[in-house]
């Protein structure tokens, strides 16, 4: 899947970038974990690709990542782990809303495809 781009109502702009991505059928199934980053780029999808490279290291120095937000089965489970800067309680609640929303409608997922 491609980063997600969004901003936050403190006008944060954030890249949300999937950790993993699986197919059921040939159709994409949504990841359970997306590593949270400043989009310092406006949207560029380019600077995702030197960061997909840092997603599972042991530890991330990169000064643009917040961490990461992990989704739990049943799916109103969830975890914040910080990175090298963090997001407040009230940035968290509203990342986890918009990645909630987007998980919940797969008919968005095709046009995230295409960014």
């Known amino acids: 899947m491609k980063p997600l781009f969004f ?3 403190s ?6 970038i999937p950790d993993t991505e699986a197919h059921l059928n040939g159709h994409p199934v ?3 974990t997306y590593s949270l980053f400043i989009d310092r780029a406006k949207g560029d999808v380019k600077q995702s690709f030197s960061k997909e490279d ?3 290291m042991d530890k991330i ?3 643009d990542y917040l961490g990461f ?3 739990e089965q049943p799916a109103n489970v969830f975890s914040y782990t910080a990175g ?3 997001l407040s309680v009230t940035e968290i609640e509203e990342v986890i809303e918009y990645l909630t929303f987007i998980r919940g409608n797969p008919n968005m997922w095709n046009p995230l495809g295409n960014l």
């Open 7 to 9: 901003t936050l109502k």
């Open 11 to 16: 006008h944060r702009h954030l890249m949300a």
């Open 30 to 32: 949504i990841s359970y």
């Open 54 to 56: 840092i997603l599972h």
């Open 61 to 63: 120095t990169d000064p």
């Open 69 to 71: 937000v992990a989704f």
């Open 84 to 86: 090298e800067n963090t």
